[in-house]
């Protein structure tokens, strides 16, 4: 059975990586391949940068008095984050080691899996980036240099979109080739590191240097004056940290540092002060730099944001306090208003982040953040919270028949987190007032059985308001994390399970598409002609590392940032 696990996921997992490699490039560069072990920033390294990259050479327009220097003390010994009970994984992959080159997405940014089309945003080869530290992390080193020799010819200068979000760029392309950098210690990538870094560095250039999100390019080129903007996500605008931060410490120039610490620091300023102290609202005003906004979450939206906190921590060596003490604030605030117990029929004690009763595939992220934080900060209370976060995720997919948890989903919360027996009569009634409450005017002759039946809701669910499934990562990002934190062995059973599920509805002859229904197993599955480059990037990434032996990619020794990157923590 062992075995026949491992060739099931391996061979799927080498078809999803042979979507990134169509053909073999005729360039026969060099490149140095080191140990992942190895601290690229300590190789002796030629670094090519491109001196005549627009961004290197365009002038500042709103420099900063005074550069913030990274600590130059020696990091603090921060606790062991995995377990020592995570011995090697059941089903270890270290095996797949070589694959056949083709690929329908080579060069492109997308791939649309039904049409075999491809998509474009910027020109690129978005797919390429983001996946490639996952060709290294899967030991296919041929085709990991044909990859680096693809990546070298991409001119950022250049982009088939006038308008960038720099947020993207941020978390996939630039952490793409950071990580890549980090693994092999191959010097090219990190010149195109650096350019990609110049090119968002300029976004930063504004009156109060926080940054452009939707940022446009030809605009900078021409010089012309951009303001940060009105309104944006919070989560977008304070993403930068922990690229910049790592940019900063492989170059020695700390430009890129300072640009995310100043953002940073005014969250911190800012924290105490919002509508609900303590976090912070999803959309806020970056060219005022106001906060009021009144809606918060730990959804999509901000997420990833308070994700990578105790990142930042452990990358700066814990020599920033803030960054923990911005960490605990966030969940002492989200134990108290953002987790709930939901009402199920077996009775089990698990906890479902969101607005006291709707809940989404994205808020599924706060338990990898309490797992990983709780022990990064040694905080025992965060792991309970973590177990039953992760367990209501795992809850959430075994309910539905099809076992993939749809996008958006209510359930009934419970009145006491100590106490909650199955009462059929009172989630009936819960469907009943949720099914009304998105009529104009209410039915009063509303048959509960017929309409559970029509949208086939599982107990326990009072509405499910996207049934769809967009092929995202947090399912198993979070079991992964817990994982590596506990070493719970029925995690690798609950994250098989997920893992075939997910395949088995969404496979398609040029990868995976995402669902527009997952309730309707019997019927024929509606599919839509997208594959997100997390699919690859990011969820097949996790389920790699799950079944994989613990020291790869070791929690103690990186990072994770919101694309699914694992950044290089400095040595000592």
Not at 355 to 369: A, Q, W, Y
Request: charged share 20%; hydrophobic share 40%; glycine share 6%.
């Amino acid at each position: 059975m062992i075995r026949a696990r491992r060739q099931i996921l391996g061979a799927c997992l080498g078809t999803f990586l042979l979507l990134l490699l169509y053909r073999c490039h005729r360039t026969n560069d060099g490149i140095l391949l080191t140990t992942a072990s190895q601290d690229a920033s300590k190789a002796t390294l030629n670094i090519e940068i491109n001196s005549n990259s627009l961004w290197r050479k365009l002038p500042v327009r709103h420099p900063v008095a005074e550069v913030q220097p990274l600590p130059v003390t020696l990091p603090q010994t921060l606790p062991k984050v995995q377990s020592a009970d995570s011995k090697v994984s059941r089903l270890n992959l270290d095996s797949q080691t070589s694959r056949q080159t083709a690929s329908l997405a080579w060069g492109a940014d997308e791939l649309a899996p039904l049409s075999s089309s491809l998509r474009n945003k910027w020109g690129w080869g978005a797919t390429l980036i983001d996946n490639i530290d996952t060709l290294w992390i899967m030991r296919m080193h041929d085709e990991f240099k044909k990859a680096v020799a693809a990546v070298t010819h991409i001119k950022f200068d250049d982009t088939q979109s006038p308008e960038i979000n720099t947020n993207e760029v941020n978390i996939h392309l630039l952490e793409g080739l950071l990580v890549a950098f980090d693994l092999s210690a191959d010097a090219k990538l990190l010149g195109k590191a650096i350019e990609l870094g110049d090119m968002l560095y300029t976004a930063f250039d504004t009156p109060n240097r926080m940054p452009i999100i939707h940022w446009n390019a030809r605009k900078a080129v021409r010089r012309e004056e951009q303001l940060a903007e009105e309104s944006v996500l919070v989560a977008e605008l304070g993403l930068f940290t922990l690229e910049f931060t790592r940019l900063s410490q492989i170059t020695g120039n700390l430009k890129y540092f300072d640009a995310a610490q100043r953002v940073m620091e005014l969250f911190d300023k800012k924290q105490d002060t919002t509508k609900l102290p303590g976090l912070w609202p999803v959309s806020v005003n970056a060219r005022e730099r106001i906060f009021d906004d009144n809606v918060f979450t730990l959804g999509a939206e901000a997420s990833s944001l308070y994700k990578s906190l105790p990142g930042a921590y452990a990358l700066l060596g814990g020599k920033v306090p803030m960054y923990r003490r911005m960490y605990e604030n966030v969940t002492l605030t989200a134990a108290s208003h953002n987790l709930f117990r939901p009402m199920n029929p077996e009775g089990k004690d698990v906890l479902i982040p969101g607005t006291s009763r709707k809940c989404s595939t994205d808020l599924v992220l706060p338990g990898g953040m309490f797992a990983l934080g709780g022990a990064l900060l040694n905080i025992p209370g965060h792991q309970e919270i973590a177990h039953k976060l992760v367990d209501g995720c795992i809850w959430a997919h075994r309910a539905i028949p099809l076992g993939i948890m749809p996008e958006y989903f209510d359930v009934v919360p419970c009145a006491s987190q100590k106490s909650c027996p199955w009462n059929e009569w009172h989630w009936k009634q819960e469907v009943w007032k949720n099914a009304n409450r998105l009529e104009p005017e209410p039915n009063p002759n509303l048959d509960v059985d017929t309409f559970i039946r029509d949208h086939r809701l599982p107990k326990g669910f009072t509405g499910i308001s996207d049934t769809a499934y967009n092929l995202r990562p947090e399912a198993i990002e979070g079991s992964f994390t817990l994982y590596r934190v506990s070493g719970r062995e029925d995690l690798l059973d609950a994250a098989w399970d997920m893992f075939q599920a997910m395949q088995s509805a969404t496979q398609t002859k040029n990868g995976n598409a995402v669902i527009g229904d997952v309730t309707d197993e019997g019927g024929e599955m509606t599919l839509g002609d997208w594959m997100d480059g997390m699919w690859m990037s990011q969820t097949l990434k996790y389920f790699y590392l799950m079944f994989s032996p613990p020291d790869l990619i070791s929690l103690d020794e990186f990072v994770f940032n919101a694309g699914g990157h694992p950044l290089k923590r400095p040595n000592k």
